[in-house]
């Protein structure tokens, strides 16, 4: 979608995600661009001059004339606006639009570099002080945030895990259990799976926040609230932990694939979904789907990658016979190269000979499934 530069009449934003990344140089644009792709549940505007070809595929708005022009509809759409523009512009440009900081959005800066993210409007309430230091952790620069009170120091559950790639489960919860955390109230975290360095602070974590090495302990602790992290479908004893709770998917699994020339997305993607739930994983702890290169155009295969917004890797023959499997299969060594697809492919994006799956064949599709772990 192409915002036109017309003062007088400018397109409906359909916002898909909760935040805006926003970007006016050519510098800005290649720095917008790679926090978007690893901040998840944002949307990413830049001018069409700098197009590069891909912003269709990647659902990127091109805008034309003066970004002040995009802000208003901006500010309406979107809990947070993380804007690679000069910080006096930004005061001059939002100055107008502001109303109140009950409603406003929270806004950050980033500098051309990424050297510094800036807290700049709605600190607390509309959460820029953290939004500002989830996106500095994400890409290596110093977060400034200059709220006197801001001392507190600790999870904000809407953010948690964000410059992961980690989403909820649901967010019925995320208001009573951010109160929980907010009011010191004995809050449990259980880490099953994803990444470990999400303290953020230079600061000892709050002492009313306690880690759990299972969700039964939890319980048995009676948490007044909890974060719950983890891959796998929970147990219906384990459920009493999200009635003032919240779960959240980190992406630690991969999907080797192997297919039949011309498989349609529809087979492909019942097979992945019959083999989540025969290992209780859940979808929105995917990251990759990995195979061989012989099949990196292969159109069900881009079609289910694109559907979910994963990530797309593809090995040489030669890669995948680094890897020992334990059905090593001359017939496939004849039309590929490659003693196998899946099983090796899933191995090298995981980084984990471990597999959850080690193959499994169904129709036009073999699948195993990788484990990403995070020491």
Known sequence: MTVKADRTVLPVIAAKGDYAVVAITKHGTQLAREIASLFHGSDLYYMKKFEQGDENERGITLFEGSVRLL???????????????????????????????????????????????????????????????????????????????????????????????????????????????????????????????????????PNTIHLYSSIQEAIDEKPAAALVVSHRQLEASEEVILENGVLFRPKVLVLGIGCNRGTSAEEIERVIMETLDELKVSIKSVKTIATIDLKKDEAGLLEVVKKHQWSFEYYQPGELNQKKISQPSETVYKFTGAYGVSEPAAMLSSGNDQLLLAKKKSGNVTISVGFISHT
């Open 71 to 205: 802000l208003p509809e901006l500010f309406a759409k979107y809990k947070g606006l993380i804007l690679i523009i000069s910080l006096g512009a930004v005061v001059r440009m939002i100055a107008p639009i502001l109303k109140d900081k009950k409603t406003d959005p929270g806004v950050v800066v980033v500098d051309d570099k990424g050297e510094h993210v800036i807290s700049v409007l709605s600190g607390h309430i509309g959460g820029a002080n953290e939004l500002a230091r989830e996106v500095a952790a994400l890409i290596g620069a110093y977060p400034v945030v200059t709220t006197a009170s801001d001392v507190q120091k600790t999870i904000p559950v809407d953010l948690f895990g964000r410059r992961f790639g980690w989403v909820w489960e649901s967010d019925e919860k995320l208001t009573p259990v951010s109160a929980a955390v907010v009011n010191e109230e004995k809050v449990a975290v259980v880490q099953e799976s994803g990444e470990k360095n999400w303290w953020m602070y230079d600061t000892p974590m």
